[in-house]
């Protein structure tokens, strides 16, 4: 069997291959050849010569048309997808997906599919990767492809990261983990893999400033990647070591980490993320060290790449923030209204990407503080200008604007979501009785509802439930009563009252939130209803729960 891994086209597709002279090997030669062995001299010429492994693809491509297979046909345009670039990429993916459409294999049409999802994520369209993703999940399931089915889990879990959901994003790379754990760990592909699976479980913890249990990681992915001779993920751990060891205040070694990866750029050109995170970390480090010459020029390398390549990430605005904080300190007003007007157009493009859910609100450099400090900043100067109704008038524009695009954000956010939550499980035909078959299905997506926190949307509802589980209110209502032992509404309130418990166990920060707050982070608008259901689940109200149990939360 083919093995063509895509968990490797996050991390190569950006990055620029050098370049040889066309292969001297005979056309003839070549045509001659089985499939598998022009594959093999593919995949050795792919990541070192593309023009040769452009050459290759195409010889691929050209055997299997004069014998008109159209398997090979698909697998001959995929191969070329994946060494250009761009347009061409997507046309020949396009090709590939076409002529398999409607003879589907082992691995195509799902393939193409998959690389079009990771292509459109790489650009930043993350509502489009996820249409694609679907479909790549459709015909996965169809062909009964396993791995293939592995592979979309972890482009979900990177897009899951891509827009914040962290917590999700690690559960499934858990699962993709302990998937190659016990399936041929000595294999090349699968080595590949678990390496990366492992990157980006580490990455997510740095996301949630985790990284106590990382080194244990560290030294099992190291020497693996070390023998696989992959200098690109190579590269990737040496950051992703770096972040870990600043989260931990371990300063020179994460420099240490971050200069090793310079050294092995100089062979090659990093690709945007690395980049900017490689000079976003180089900037924190040598803030703490006091060295505000260096901290600030690198800082400001973050804001010229995300600028001209338009790459924008959740990282970005801590860039931009630390170079607010640092103006504001300097008096330098110019600059720090220059870099707020940066960030709020971050937000924008990064709100309008999906690439961030906006919940970080205990942070000082949230889009409301940022316009009332941008407010504070243009009424100062206002005092010695002439220009008072010009400036008036622009900031009402921005305020406008911001709130609509707030607004949009939102609503598209809770439909995101939704099309997260769907895509695990291929939607069936609803059925009209409850048979056992029914029954079990109907409890088995429940159990997944209660692991995804989808209950703590606003929205959520006995018929929002019954519609994507493809039954109805009473057929839904009828089961939970019989197998949760409660009606819905109890049901709803145990699990939105439990994942309140233990995030405020767990979050030190969540226990100063407002009542308000509080009932709004599990799906109440309303906190006195939120304070009697809690009341009524409890034994006691919300303040006087807080106060007992975290006598230290005020202070």
């Excluded at 409850?434 to 209660?450: A, G, M």
């Amino acid at each position: 069997m083919r093995k063509f891994s895509v968990f490797l086209l996050l991390f190569i597709l950006k990055f620029q291959f050098s370049f040889s002279q066309n292969t001297q090997e005979n056309s003839q030669e070549i045509a001659e050849d089985s499939f598998d062995l022009i594959e093999e001299k593919y995949n050795t010429y792919r990541q070192k010569d593309i023009k040769k492994a452009q050459f290759y693809g195409k010889s691929f491509l050209e055997k299997a048309k004069k014998i008109k297979d159209t398997a090979n046909i698909g697998r001959g345009y995929f191969l070329l997808a994946n060494v250009f670039y761009k347009d061409t990429a997507f046309v020949y993916a396009d090709s590939a997906i076409a002529i398999t459409k409607h003879k589907i294999d082992f691995s195509q049409p799902a393939q193409s599919y998959l690389l079009k999802a990771t292509l459109i994520a790489i650009a930043g369209n993350h509502k489009k990767a996820f249409d694609e993703l679907e479909n790549a999940n459709k015909y996965a399931n169809i062909s009964g492809n396993i791995e293939q089915e592995y592979e979309i889990k972890y482009i979900l879990s990177r897009l899951k990261t891509n827009v914040g959901d962290y917590e999700s994003s690690i559960d499934i790379l858990k699962d993709i983990i302990s998937y190659y754990e016990n399936n041929c760990l000595e294999c090349d592909d699968n080595i590949r893999g678990y390496i990366i699976a492992n990157w980006a479980y580490v990455h997510n913890l740095n996301q949630l400033n985790i990284s106590d249990s990382t080194e244990v990681i560290y030294k099992k992915i190291f020497p693996l990647s070390l023998k696989t001779k992959d200098s690109l993920m190579y590269g990737k751990l040496l950051l992703s070591s770096a972040i870990s060891s600043y989260q931990k205040e371990n300063y020179k070694p994460s420099l240490d980490s971050i200069l090793k990866l310079d050294q092995l750029l100089q062979k090659r050109i990093a690709n945007v993320g690395t980049r900017t995170l490689k000079h976003l970390y180089l900037g924190k480090i040598y803030l703490k060290q006091k060295d505000y010459d260096l901290a600030i020029n690198n800082l400001k390398k973050v804001d010229s790449i995300s600028s001209k390549e338009n790459y924008f990430f959740p990282a970005i605005r801590e860039n931009y923030e630390l170079l607010i904080k640092y103006y504001e300190e300097q008096k330098d007003t110019k600059n720090q209204l220059f870099y707020i007007d940066k960030l709020l157009n971050a937000d924008k493009i990064i709100d309008k990407d999906f690439a961030y859910l906006v919940k970080n609100s205990t942070k000082k450099y949230t889009t409301p503080n940022l316009l009332l400090e941008k407010q504070k900043i243009i009424d100062d100067l206002k005092n010695n200008a002439s220009n008072k109704k010009v400036i008036a008038f622009i900031l009402f524009g921005c305020l406008v604007l911001l709130g609509l695009l707030l607004i949009w954000s939102s609503k598209k956010r809770r439909l995101y979501k939704k099309r997260i939550a769907e895509l695990g499980t291929p939607k069936k035909n609803p059925s009209y009785t409850i048979d056992d078959e029914t029954t079990k299905r109907i409890l088995d997506e429940l159990s997944k509802i209660e692991n995804s926190e989808l209950f703590l949307e606003e929205d959520f509802s006995l018929g929002m439930v019954a519609n994507q589980l493809n039954t109805n209110t009473a057929y839904l209502s009828k089961i939970i009563n019989k197998h949760k032992q409660k009606t819905f509404k109890q049901y709803l309130v145990e699990l939105r009252i439990n994942v309140l418990l233990k995030k405020l166990d767990e979050n030190p920060i969540m226990r100063k939130y407002s009542i308000e707050a509080l009932a709004e982070s599990i799906g109440y608008v309303n906190a006195s209803s939120f304070t009697r259901i809690f009341k009524n689940y409890v034994g006691e109200s919300p303040s006087s729960f807080l106060n007992k149990k975290y006598p230290d939360r005020n202070k």
